[in-house]
């Protein structure tokens, strides 16, 4: 059983993650990016983004890749062109 002051030291641990994840996705940058300005790690960065999806985060907080606009973008200009 998590002593009180675990699992208040373990809710802190995971806003600070969900934070830097909310942040996260409102950038362009890549994780490893986002995590080089911030001084995070990847492999946590990961750990978490992934626990906290699994914890049924509002769909907002998940990074959608822009890649899919630029290329539908990229298509319709050499239609036109």
């Not at 995971?14 to 890549?30: A, D, G, P, R, Y």
């Not at 999806?53 to 539908?72: A, G, R």
Request: aromatic share 12%.
């Amino acid at each position: 059983m998590m002593s009180e002051q675990l699992k208040k030291a373990s809710q802190k641990l995971s806003q600070f993650w969900e934070n830097h994840i909310k942040e996260w996705s409102q950038t362009k940058l890549t994780q490893n990016a986002y995590c080089r300005n911030n001084n995070l790690r990847a492999n946590q960065f990961t750990y978490w983004k992934n626990k906290l999806k699994q914890q049924n985060l509002p769909v907002e907080f998940v990074q959608m890749t822009s890649n899919h606009f630029e290329d539908v973008t990229a298509t319709e200009h050499r239609h036109h062109g």
